[in-house]
């Protein structure tokens, strides 16, 4: 099956560094990923959507500043999370949609193994 | 009202059980349904995928959606401790790279 990889699955850093996570389609590419973030038993949020050749698209509430995105080819997108505070600290996951894949399915999503992030 | 409802539980229960999951939602334009299973401090893995309105089993597990009443619901047959973990409901609206769209997620804990 797909997999997507993402790197590196936990970090901890000082408030004010910058972050970097990076997520790979392994086995297939992908024009559109998904990053999410989730905290401790809470499901998971949609931060934006990450497009190969264009702006990422940012949901409501989260700061394209902060939350920088870039989708250099087609089986990798990074979101970099800059001048990080302990607010930030939590579980970073990315997923890549199927559906343009031959027999992947419409609406099915494939995720990463999500990045845990501490500010301290 | 939220777009997808499901609730957090906790649920628990024994080993052998049958475990009933589900989800109501409030867009009728979601045509795609899945469930997704997440262990503690892991990416979610799909379990189950339904286009549409019906049954579909694999193996313990049965999805099924019924778009008239808007509600998708999750079985697990003899549930095994295994199987004890957050599941997430997930829709999607059409065709394309269009996001998922979670319930909250039901922690399940199956006892031995």
């Known amino acids: 099956g797909a997999v997507v990889s993402q790197h590196p699955s936990r970090v901890i850093c000082k408030s004010g560094t910058s972050v970097k996570i990076e997520c790979r389609s392994l086995d297939f590419q992908a024009t559109t990923m998904f990053w999410y973030r989730q905290f401790p038993k809470q499901s998971l949020m949609l931060m934006a959507t990450s497009n190969e050749g264009s702006k990422a698209t940012y949901e409501q509430g989260v700061e394209k500043d902060k939350f920088l995105i870039n989708h250099a080819s087609l089986t990798l997108s990074t979101l970099t999370v800059t001048s990080a505070h302990p607010e930030d600290s939590s579980f970073y996951i990315c997923?890549?949609?199927?559906?343009?894949?031959?027999?992947?399915?419409?609406?099915?999503?494939?995720f990463g193994p999500g990045t845990r992030l501490t500010v301290l | 009202q939220k777009e997808v409802e499901q609730d957090p539980g906790p649920l628990s229960v024994p080993e052998g059980a049958i475990v009933s999951l589900n989800c109501t939602y409030s867009n009728s334009a979601f045509q795609y349904f899945m469930w997704y299973r997440q262990y503690s401090r892991k990416g979610p893995e799909l379990l189950m995928y339904?286009?549409?309105?019906g049954n579909k089993e694999d193996g313990r597990f049965t999805a099924q959606v019924d778009k008239s009443s808007k509600y998708i619901s999750l079985f697990i047959r003899d549930s095994q401790p295994s199987d004890s973990a957050t599941y997430l409901c997930?829709?999607?609206?059409?065709?394309?790279?269009?996001?998922?769209?979670f319930g909250k997620g039901t922690r399940l804990s199956v006892i031995a």
């Open positions: 997923s890549a949609p199927l559906g343009g894949v031959p027999g992947g399915r419409i609406g099915e999503q494939f």
């Open positions: 339904t286009y549409s309105s």
């Open positions: 997930a829709m999607s609206r059409n065709s394309g790279n269009t996001p998922l769209v």
